[in-house]
């Protein structure tokens, strides 16, 4: 599974998965200054249940952690991944 980085406008940004033109996963974030927004995850009922949102927020971390970025979560996926794993500690604002 690729997943694309892409600057949507505006200081948002996000991890999309797309497959034949159709998006069926995105996690999406605002960046405000060096603290990343997330503020929604999509997945599509195709892939659900296959762990997408967990690789889509898992890039997001990667790319909080190579910009020197932390993550803020707004999302309920986000804010739910948060609370039950200790593996994003180090990017949490």
Not at 23 to 48: A, N, P
Not at 56 to 65: F, H, I, K, M, T
Not at 73 to 85: E, I
Request: with cysteine; net charge negative; proline share 1%.
């Amino acid at each position: 599974m690729e997943l694309q980085l892409k600057e949507l406008g505006n200081d948002v940004y996000a991890y999309q998965y797309i497959q034949e033109g159709e998006r069926l996963g995105e996690i999406t974030w605002t960046l405000l200054g060096d603290v990343m927004v997330m503020d929604h995850t999509y997945v599509s009922d195709k892939l659900r249940g296959q762990g997408v949102a967990k690789k889509l927020l898992d890039s997001a971390a990667s790319y909080a952690r190579e910009q020197e970025l932390k993550m803020e979560p707004v999302c309920s996926y986000v804010v739910a991944a948060f609370s039950k794993s200790d593996e994003y500690d180090d990017v949490k604002a």
